[in-house]
């Protein structure tokens, strides 16, 4: 049977292939190989004792332990990379950015000698291909520049799937030694990007718990506590977010320093190594279905392409694997779609093991699964992988360049979401997120601009109402046009409502950008003509420029500013400026100031003296806010600054428990969000120390998601609701408000199942379902994430600064009742579905039930935040409410 397969396999991979089976059989353990490995690794110890100091060492010889025995530390993967470079003509290395903590991150290029030297030709020449090369080269012409094709490898996004970057190791010798059998051959014609650990701090978290965990002798049983990681765990980065689910977003320092050099390069094709359960085999490309409509025929066959090249060498070795199931290609932030959708053949990789695995664990089939079997299985593929490319190497640039000429037969084409010819969106408010859309679109690549004949009408359908009409451009309007080369990607990220071929998906289903940002936007059905701004210049938005503090006016009584930008609210509390909002709106010569206003007074801030107008410049500068002098008290219209309706917002003392039971991610995107998005301080504390705690040291504390009856049992709970009615402000988010609902003194509730006659003949039905249909038939309740619009009270203030409607992420599946109390408010309530998939059943509960909402109770408030507004950090609006949340609600 090997022999059949082999026969059709070409010279260069039946030499790949023997040295392969050699190195797998040093990697792969076995009980009777072990005493024989570790004679081997002791004798290529002593040999690289005495070689000489300009050769290129092997793994092994250069951190003097097999690879396998032990986890290797970032900074000796980053020593063994830097080796590798200094003896090796065909590797460079470049340093792209640090992690958050301050970890180093680096990309290795490895090609021919030749190549390198031309590299940055070679780089020029695919963006050429591409039609974004800024010198005007057409892609036509690009084409007869450079026949070489470009392989990015991208190992250990999840820090805890750790076996990634001990095969990058191996992948890096081998294609870097002159001695092996097909790498130079490979190399002729591929140039290869290794990026060896895209999460050196989570990466490093679970290797420097794992090795303080691991006894003398490793333990396989798979209770040990080596094999039970604590939180948060080492899967994410430092603020607990999953690095591959933020390729589209650019929230994390790592992902916007990779994508800068990403988008440099534009690789022909793209792999993301993983990891998953221990018991599970192999798997490669092909994806599971459902593919986004907008992949090419082309990228759909090259992954069959790919696959069955790999699965010669797992058959040769008679390892297990499996295609086609479970990872799909749909969400956008992933390391494969993408890709994907950046012209390239976008794959993932998944080896058995991750976190749970360690160095050995035994499986349910009472095998032991060590780590050097998990680094043959991905260092094949890696191998597998530049050989494929190499080979159809000419067939990859052609269908690169066909990719960003819109001329490649796709799906997509026969069944696009509107037919949009561009989006034109806009801000009905100060601009401030419109500039942040503008911003996003910059670290994307794709192309915006503001019409070229303002005055103009344009046929289009509204986003908000779905209505067809004739609309006038605004001169500060932004025009995406969908004739562009990043047009495969614009169309995912601006389709209204989302294409999704099949429900049975890995992740959520909607996310276009107008949504995310709480724009009002316009599917234009013919193309306006755009004067397309310049990456990363100022879009001239509607935000105003703001006002120095020196030219002020003499005698200023008050400063008003519109205050979008939450940051610039927390800096002024952090300064010490006293800070006062209003409740109605206020009218004051030709301005309207609407609720939530910020206002700052000379009143109150005497302590500043003089510099009270310098320091309020600066800030505001800093934050782009625009600033309205007045020289009185009085107003035209609404409450006077000195009115009960002008509230003075007291800068409060913030806590958080911080590790389980919270979810980590719930846990990290509020760290994240104090520390990198407002820049106000929390204090972070283990859930155990609020048990019997003085609650009065804090004004607020936040709830990450998360069922905290473990911390606060029935006599804890009542100590909460203390702190609360003597003035505590309590902000709960995603499952901690859930948790909190049917409690006694909480007018949270959740929704109440009533059966119904469609119910009973759903009940008979259900005696005639199949087995082989029980994980779709589980979809009727499931809510992966969908759209929703929300109805929002604009009057209170967690509701300031949002219109009538907005739109949310929702991922609840069963909803919670509108609050019926008198003290409590249903500040935001979900209404349709605009985009994206739920279970029939879900909907029909969520339908009508909050999303967002408080409750007065005693002198304090509660928040519920039951749709996490901060899912992600890409849920550009949920910062203005849970900034409302945090500093107007309750003062």
């Known amino acids: 049977m090997i022999y059949r397969r082999l026969q059709f396999l070409s010279p260069a991979s039946l030499l790949f292939l023997a040295a392969l089976v050699f190195i797998a059989a040093g990697l792969v353990h076995s009980a009777q190989a072990q005493t024989a490995e570790v004679q081997s690794s002791q004798a290529q110890s002593s040999q690289a004792q005495v070689a000489p100091a300009e050769a290129l060492l092997s793994p092994a010889d250069f951190l003097g332990y097999e690879l396998g025995e032990r986890f290797t530390r970032h900074e000796r993967v980053l020593a063994y990379a830097r080796h590798v470079a200094e003896h090796s003509e065909r590797v460079e290395i470049e340093p792209y950015g640090k992690s958050y903590e301050g970890r180093a991150l680096i990309l290795l290029y490895v090609s021919t000698p030749g190549n390198l030297v031309r590299r940055a030709d070679i780089r020029t020449s695919n963006l050429r291909r591409a039609g974004l090369s800024a010198d005007g080269v057409t892609p036509r012409a690009a084409a007869m ?71 003398m002798h490793v333990d396989a049983t798979p209770g040990a506590i080596e094999h039970n990681e604590t939180w948060p765990g080492g899967r994410t980065n430092h603020y607990f977010f999953d690095l591959n689910r933020d390729w589209s977003w650019l929230t994390q320092t790592e992902t916007r320093q990779r994508m800068a050099r990403y988008r440099e390069w534009l690789p022909q094709v793209h792999v993301d190594f993983h990891e998953q359960g221990v018991d599970s085999p192999y798997y490669f490309a092909p994806a599971a279905e459902p593919y986004h409509p907008v992949i090419t025929d082309w990228q759909r066959e090259f992954q069959q392409v790919i696959g069955r090249n790999h699965a010669s060498y797992f058959d040769a070795n008679g390892w297990l694997y499996f295609t086609r199931q479970v990872f799909d290609l749909y969400y956008p932030g992933y390391g494969d779609t993408f890709p994907i959708y950046n012209g390239a053949i976008g794959m993932t990789y998944e080896q058995g093991g991750s976190g749970r695995a360690g160095l050995a664990v035994e499986t349910a089939e009472g095998d032991t699964l060590r780590l050097s079997d998990r680094i043959a299985g991905h260092y094949t593929t890696g191998m597998s ?23 490649s037969p796709a799906t997509a084409h026969k069944s696009q979401s509107d037919g949009a010819a561009a989006w034109l969106v806009r801000s009905a408010g ?95 059905a013919r193309g306006a003509a755009v004067d397309l701004a310049p990456s990363s210049v100022s879009t001239g938005t509607a935000r105003k420029t703001a006002t120095r503090a020196d030219v002020a006016p003499p005698g200023t009584y008050a400063w008003y ?68 002098f007045s020289a009185t008290g009085m107003v035209d219209k609404g ?38 998005v407002i820049g106000y301080p929390v204090t972070r504390m283990e859930p155990n120390d609020f048990k019997g705690a003085d609650l009065s040291t804090w004004d607020v504390i936040v709830l990450p998601s998360g069922s905290w009856s473990t911390v606060w049992n029935e006599e804890g709970l009542g100590a909460l609701r203390d702190w609360v009615r003597a003035g505590g402000r309590l902000v709960a988010f995603g499952g901690a408000a859930s948790w909190l609902a049917g409690k006694e003194g909480f007018a949270l509730k959740e929704v109440k199942k009533v059966e119904t006659p469609e119910d009973s003949v759903r009940a008979e039905r ?12 589980g979809l009727t309740t499931d809510n992966p994430g969908a759209i929703f619009e929300v109805a929002v009270d604009g009057t209170h203030p967690l509701g300031y600064g949002f219109g009538e409607t907005s739109w949310m992420l929702s991922r609840q599946g069963s909803g919670h009742e509108v609050m019926l109390d008198g003290s409590a408010w249903n500040v935001g309530i979900l209404g349709r579905r605009v985009s994206g998939h739920i279970g029939y059943r879900a909907e029909e509960r969520v339908d009508g039930t909050l999303s967002f909402g408080a409750e007065s109770m005693g002198r304090g408030s509660v928040v519920y935040l039951l749709d996490d507004p901060l899912y992600r950090a890409f849920w550009y609006s949920g910062r203005r409410l849970v900034a409302n949340a945090l500093f107007l609600v309750g003062q």
Do not use: C
């Open 145 to 215: 520049d450079s026949d070489v094709a470009i392989v990015w490898l991208s190992y250990n996004v999840h820090g805890n799937e750790s076996v990634s970057s001990e095969a990058s190791m191996q992948t890096l010798y081998d294609l870097a030694r002159e001695t092996h059998p097909s790498s130079g051959t490979w190399l002729e014609n591929t140039l290869v990007i290794m990026d060896p650990m895209i999460n050196p701090d989570g990466r490093d978290r679970y290797v420097n718990w794992y090795n303080r965990m691991v006894g």
């Open 385 to 407: 992988t530049v050989e494929v490319a190499s080979r159809y190497a000419d067939e990859l640039l052609a269908q690169f360049s066909a990719f960003f000429a819109g001329t």
């Open 430 to 524: 100060s601009g401030e997120a419109l500039d942040a859309l503008t911003r996003h679109l910059d670290g994307l690549g794709i192309l915006y601009g503001h019409p070229s004949r303002a005055g103009e009408r344009v046929d289009a359908t509204a986003w908000r109402s779905g209505e067809n009409a004739r609309v006038e451009l605004h001169e500060r309007d932004i025009i995406v046009p969908a004739d562009q080369p990043r047009r495969v990607l614009a169309r995912v990220l601006f389709e209204r409502t989302s294409a999704l071929p099949d429900s049975l998906t890995y992740d959520i289903t909607a996310w276009a950008l107008p949504y995310v940002y709480d724009l009002d936007a316009f599917s234009l």
């Open 561 to 628: 500013f519109e205050g979008d930008d939450p940051a610039f609210l927390a800096e002024l509390l952090r300064r010490g400026i006293r800070v006062r909002y209003n409740t109605e709106p206020i009218t004051l010569g030709g301005d309207v100031f609407p609720r939530g206003t910020l206002i700052v007074t000379r009143r109150g801030n005497e302590a500043f003296g003089g510099k009270l107008h310098g320091m309020l410049a600066e800030i505001a500068a800093a934050h782009e806010e625009a600033a309205t």
């Open 639 to 676: 409450p006077d600054l000195g009115s009960g309706d002008v509230r003075y917002i007291e800068a409060p003392r913030i806590a958080m428990p911080f590790g389980s039971p919270a979810s980590s991610a719930s846990a990290g995107q509020l760290w994240h969000y104090f520390d990198e």
């Open 766 to 777: 259900a005696a005639a379902k199949r087995y082989a249909d029980r994980e779709r038939d």
